[in-house]
């Protein structure tokens, strides 16, 4: 009975953790869509600088006053190439997305972005040597049958906002932005399980500003003047890079709590949140689908994480690894030890977390 409980409390807990993700997504989006549609501020770059400036006055200095191994330098000097194109990676991934909506409709964008579920489960299986079972796929596809209901339910009742003029472009680009989405949160749980969270948001930080502010300068600077500041975009723009600061510092942890298809699963319902708001801040029309939607996304997501991952063979970084809701897979031993790689709680990080230099 008390492993029945414990299960529970941790397939909750799985849920929950992305959940928060997902909220934070539908903060981001609220926040964009009155900046946008309201003041008339398209600056995409420009949000995504002011969260990379937080990222680096936080965890880059953090980074630049440790000493040792873990130092900013020490670490630029072992693999500073890697992180450079992870940043650029994870900036290009979310301008894609963003830009993809001045072409196509919602409702494309919603679907072709759930292309970032099988890149991340490709990427998990050759990369990270992760498999799944049967019942993990059943949770996918059950949370993508969930997705699909939101998308008909929006045509239902005529919610297809978009141009839609140039839609090729606007699904590739979709399609691109989801493809460079899988890849960065892929490394992401590669870096948080053997290296450490601090190291990976500290990188992003330096990389993100640095190449986010060249293309501002590019690319954003006339249409950064176009904005009539006042103390509400003000406001705007301070809520959105709280979100956005808030999502990029937590979902490492719920990564490294679950993994990133789990949390990737859970993102599908950041939509229905945003939706949820909508009906009473725009005045959306509602349908019972959404509803249906909702719940048939959880329902995904609760199968998915109801048993554990395992990994194939002992990759050169990995020992253990396991999803919170199962039981730890202790893999055979070889005649070469490996780091050992264990699950840390909530809390802030420890010194015992380990550390593996990557060449």
């Known amino acids: 009975m008390g492993d029945l ?17 997902s909220l934070l997504i539908c903060g981001i989006g609220l926040t964009s869509k009155y900046l946008s549609e309201d003041f008339h501020a398209n600056t995409p770059v420009f949000q995504s600088f002011l969260n990379y400036i937080l990222l680096f006055l936080v965890y880059t200095t953090t980074l630049a006053v440790r000493q040792g191994e873990e130092n900013l330098l020490a670490i630029l000097k072992r693999r500073w190439w890697k992180y450079m194109i992870l940043g650029i990676i994870d ?43 049967a019942v993990h796929f059943i949770g996918i596809v059950v949370c993508i049958l969930g997705m699909g209901c939101m998308a008909g339910a929006d045509v239902l009742v005529g919610r297809q906002q978009g141009a839609g003029e140039n839609k090729l472009i606007g699904d590739l680009l979709v399609l ?6 899988g890849i960065s949160n892929v490394c992401e ?3 948080v399980r053997n290296l450490s969270r601090v190291e990976f948001l500290g990188m992003i930080g330096l990389f993100g500003s640095f190449f986010s502010g060249i293309q501002l300068a590019i690319m954003e600077h006339k249409e950064l003047l176009k904005v009539p500041w006042d103390w509400q975009i003000g406001l705007l723009y301070v809520g959105f890079s ?14 490294k709590k679950t993994s990133a298809t789990a949390v990737n699963l859970s993102l599908l319902t950041a939509d229905l949140y945003s939706l949820f708001c909508g009906l009473f801040l725009f005045h959306y029309k509602f349908s019972g689908l959404y509803l249906l ?27 253990q690894f396991r999803n919170p809701s199962g039981p730890v897979v202790d893999l055979p031993a070889t005649s070469q030890m490996e780091p050992s790689v264990t699950y840390t709680s909530l809390g802030q990080e420890t010194e015992e977390e380990p550390h593996v230099r990557v060449a």
């Open 5 to 21: 409980g414990k299960l529970l409390r941790d397939l909750l807990l799985s849920v929950a953790l992305g959940q928060v993700l």
């Open 242 to 255: 709280a979100c956005m600061f808030g999502l990029y510092s937590f979902m490492p942890v719920v990564i």
């Open 293 to 319: 939607s909702f719940f048939t996304i959880l329902v995904g997501l609760m199968l998915y994480s109801s048993t554990s991952t395992y990994v194939a063979q002992d990759p050169r970084v990995y020992k």
């Open 176 to 181: 691109g932005g989801a493809t460079l989405y």
């Open 189 to 191: 749980e590669y870096i």
């Open 91 to 133: 900036i290009e991934a979310n301008y894609l997305v963003v830009k993809a909506y001045q072409y196509t409709t919602l409702t494309s964008v919603q679907l072709l972005d759930c292309f970032v579920i099988p890149v991340v489960i490709l990427l998990s299986w050759f990369f990270l040597l992760v498999r799944y079972k």
